[in-house]
RNA sequence: GCGAGGGUAGCCAAGCCGGGAAACGGCGGCGGACUCAAGAUCCGCUCCUGUAGAGGUCCGAGGGUUCAAAUCCCUUCCCUCGCACCA
């Protein structure tokens, strides 16, 4: 505990306990459609950090919201149980990675709870558990009948020493030396330093690419997400609309330079190239091949020039681009001219067809390509109709324009070109293409979902059948490279198809799968005949709430809402996307800095509970900053948050004592009356107000309005004797805005208000309050406030003996009013003209051509009865603040002199020393 | 280069969507109350000028729209993030 606070512990212990005892978190199977709140489940490091508790703390306040406003919420938590670390994590310590991190769960289950963090445990999913990756199995096998699964060779880090596929982050060093344009980065296994070499292993691919379309396009769809997040997923999908146009190549015409070895066939059929500017075909002087285009390869088998530089000089990270002529011709589909072919580093298979035609005129790479080869420039569009073909000598011109030398297609624009040679080239197709490839799952680990497949000589591979599954992970061995491989006996089954002896698959998943469909898990933990209860499903889906760090922004988050598609073409669900809602969490920094291991920078969550307890740590990452952002840790924030907490502490347990805090010179009922009727609008305000934050998830202004109604409270207090009901509403009304976040201390103080029942399951206070007349009022009170202290100030009052506050008369709110509707050029008139106004003469005048005066910048005020009400239950904040007698009167009620300076929305003040 | 999000008083941070108050709140600093004192707590002040609520300057910079701009539009600089030899 710390000095000068409360027992923070035993609060939190105690609570924890009871309402675990009243299982207030759990969410019944049968109800129909809750409120799903889901922080995305951690990697069971052991150590709770920063990061998770503001994201578990987000979460976790939002359940808690929705659940008193009334809904049902469902507010699970599980382990994204599966992954390296706990394999490196056994080796290190020769234990094994289901012990390692069985026990990480633990360790960090008792930090959640220790943090309060409210979930229903009885849905707590473990990926790492038969039960659950079996239905990673299951999946798998769904999506090869819906033929989503393929298997293809792909490229892989290898570790020859190490004899084991590495994965991205398992290698090292990768620092090319400055200046070195071959060879590109040198990369060195983790573990043994060895460089790292590419190797082509057969791989399973789940066929993601099926579904690109429709993921690129539902992103619009995704009105709850952060644009950044939606951002990143339509680059990292990266549509390119185009069309695909054959080129006929050989080595035609005597166009061979003499590199060509032999005179073998020298046909190559037709390659196609992609472009999204077929506009410019007319200007094309040259065509390239990515260095692994089938065609590039064949090449470089019988071409030694063509071999080397695919072998060594190709450098697809470097900023130059490389090339390399054929000798080979490809034939321009429109002009029938022959083009030099070139393979080219800048290339890149993955992209398009692997395959370009380049116009120097008009792309800026090929510009700079064709200036290095010294291939010709032939401008075909020109910016408009009027204007000649730029000169493209020294840059491109990039933009569309019109398009010129280009025989029947000049004239065109740009896009009608592009549609026109479309049609008519032979072979030619309107096409969109993809930067997002399919998923390779293949993981050569041991600590994952086995693969179920088995390799038959006879049959191939063949899926393990449905009955057999789960394929559960055998002991684990610590060995070089993949255990499972070690795992002979595991290893050696038959094969289901023919019976005949045959090796299980030794690949594991991607964890990735894991957490592609671990929210639909929760809605049937436990059900043991599918994956997930699809009616249920149906019901409960999408996630209402989904918060997680922005590091998910593509992977996981696209992995998911494939997941979902599939599921629901393929297995009945109703919903097309998961989460409805999703917020980014921003960073918890420590000077600006993120906080990490290495830089020694890290606050430790535990030792925070510890000093101050889960409540102040959760109250004051809350407060700092809305969730999105990132903020700096700051011991001030949380000594601060923490005093906060005790002095509500103080007062609320001062009250419930029978305290009201009598001041014999203040007790009179005229006063004490006045100023509960303030303490009452304020507690309605504050319940307006914080209501609408918590919606918005904008808990740190929500936090504020709640600070700030105890800090009323307590001034109350201190001023006068209190009125019990209204005090006694008031801190049950701040202890309602705080639970979600400091829930604790909060049903420790309800339990000390003598409330029935758990404040966790406690109503929402109704709003019964307008927010704008609530800040109208708050607005009047203050600039009366500032008003009588700039005058004292201005005058040189030190010690003012009354005060006057006079409100305005009802004619001119009456006139403002009339003011604001009236659409007359001669607003003086139109006033004057009424009756009621224009008998009050001179004052009348003088006001009338004042909001003429100010006409464009009128505001609606309060009524003048709610004026006069505000004051008079403000006029405390006055007496207290100047010790001088606070009179609220009547325009009528006050000297003439006086009470012509009010106005509405500002009344006439007169102070007395 | 393309895209997204930011730049608010000493620091952190509201306000910007739906234009109208030198601009909430917190921290730090200053003054005061309480106290023997410190801490805690409470009341103010914290852009400049001003002996009755005023005037001036101000929200990265520069323009514009408007009776009126931190808020809307354009240009520009800086920061953060994502993508990028993408055909």
Known sequence: ??????????????????????????????????????????????????????????????????????????????????????????????????????????????????????????????????????????????????????????????????????????????ESPEGSHEGGAVELCWRCDTPVTERELEQWFLKITEYADELRGDIDELAGWPDSVRQMQRNWIGRQEGSRVPFEVSAASGASDGRGEGAESREFGEVDAFTTRLDTIHGATFFALAPDHPVSERLAEENDAVHEFVRHEADPEGDEPNGIETGLTATNPVTGEGLPVFVADFVLSEVGTGALYGVPAHDDRDHAFAEKMGLDVEPVVAPDADADAPDAEETAYTEDGVVVNSGEYSGLTSAEARERLTETIDGADVETVYRLRDWGISRQRYWGTPIPVVHCDDCGPV??????????????????????????????????????????????????????????????????????????????????????????????????????????????????????NLLAQGMVQLEGEK????????????????????????????????????????????????????????????????????????????????????????????????????????????????RDLVGTLRAYREYTAVDPAVFERGLAVALKLLAPVAPHVCE????????????????????????????????????????????????????????????????????????????ADNLVGELMGREDIQRHGEAAADYAKDLQAEREALRKTLPPAAEHETLRAAAWLIEREFDAEVRVLRAEEAPEDVATTAEPGRPAIDIQE
């Open 463 to 580: 899926l393990v059948p449905e009955a057999e599954l789960p394929v559960e992970l055998p002991e684990f061995k610590n060995v070089t490279g993949n255990p499972l491989d070690a795992a002979e006996e595991w290893k050696s089954t038959t094969c289901p198809d023919c019976g005949a002896d045959a090796e299980r698959e030794t690949d594991t998943m991607d964890t990735f799968v894991d957490s592609s469909w671990y929210f639909l898990r929760y809605v049937s933990p436990e059900l043991a005949d599918a994956p997930f209860d699809v009616d249920r499903a149906n019901g409960w889906m999408p996630v209402d709430q989904y918060v997680g760090g922005i590091e998910h922004a593509v992977m996981h988050l696209l992995y998911s809402r494939f997941f979902q598609k599939v599921l629901a073409d393929h297995e009945g669900l109703q919903h097309r996307e998961p989460f409805e």
């Open 748 to 823: 420790e103080l309800w339990e000390t208000l003598g409330r029935e029942g758990f404040l966790v399951e406690a109503d929402w206070p109704d709003v019964t309050a307008d927010r704008e007349t609530a800040e109208r009022r708050r607005l009047l009170v203050e600039n009366t406030r500032e008003d009588v202290r700039e005058i004292s100030d201005v005058a040189g009052i030190d010690d003012p003996e009354r005060v006057d506050v006079v409100v305005t008369p009802d004619w001119k709110h009456e006139a403002l009013r009339v003011a604001l509707e009236s659409d």
């Open 595 to 706: 906080m990490s291991k290495s830089k020694g920078n890290v606050v430790s969550p535990q030792a925070i509970v510890e000093e101050y307890g889960a409540d102040t740590a959760r109250l004051f990452i809350m407060q700092a900053a809305q969730p999105e952002r990132d903020f700096d840790w700051s011991e001030e924030g949380v000594r601060s948050a923490y005093a906060f907490l005790t002095r509500l502490k103080a007062t609320v347990e001062t009250f419930a004592a029978g305290d009201v805090g009598a001041d014999p010179r203040r007790a009179d009922g005229d006063v004490a009356a006045g100023t509960a009727a303030y303490v009452d609008g304020e507690i309605d305000a504050a319940v307006a107000v914080a209501t609408e934050e918590y919606d918005d998830l904008t808990f740190n202004t929500a936090l504020r309005e709640a």
């Open 1 to 174: 505990m710390h000095d000068d606070g409360y027992d923070h512990t035993t609060v939190e212990r105690r609570w924890q306990a009871a309402w675990d005892d009243a299982s207030v978190y759990r969410t019944p199977d049968d109800v129909s459609d809750p409120t799903y709140v889901l922080g995305m489940y951690p990697y069971p490091s052991g150590e709770m950090h920063m990061g998770h508790v503001r994201n578990y703390t987000i979460t976790d306040a939002y359940a808690r919201f929705r659940r008193m406003c009334g809904d049902d919420v469902l507010h699970p938590m599980g382990w994204d149980a599966f992954g390296l670390p706990a394999e490196n994590a056994a080796k290190e310590r020769d234990t094994n990675p289901r012990d390692w991190t069985v026990d990480c769960i633990d360790r960090m289950r008792d930090q959640m709870e220790a943090m309060g963090f409210g979930y229903d445990w009885k849905r707590e999913v473990t990926t790492c558990r038969p039960r659950y990756y079996k239905w990673n199995q299951w999946l798998f096998r769904r999506f090869a009948e819906a033929d989503l699964v393929e298997r293809r060779d792909a490229e892989v880090n290898w570790c020859p020493s190490c004899e084991t596929v590495l994965a991205d982050e398992q290698v090292e060093g990768g």
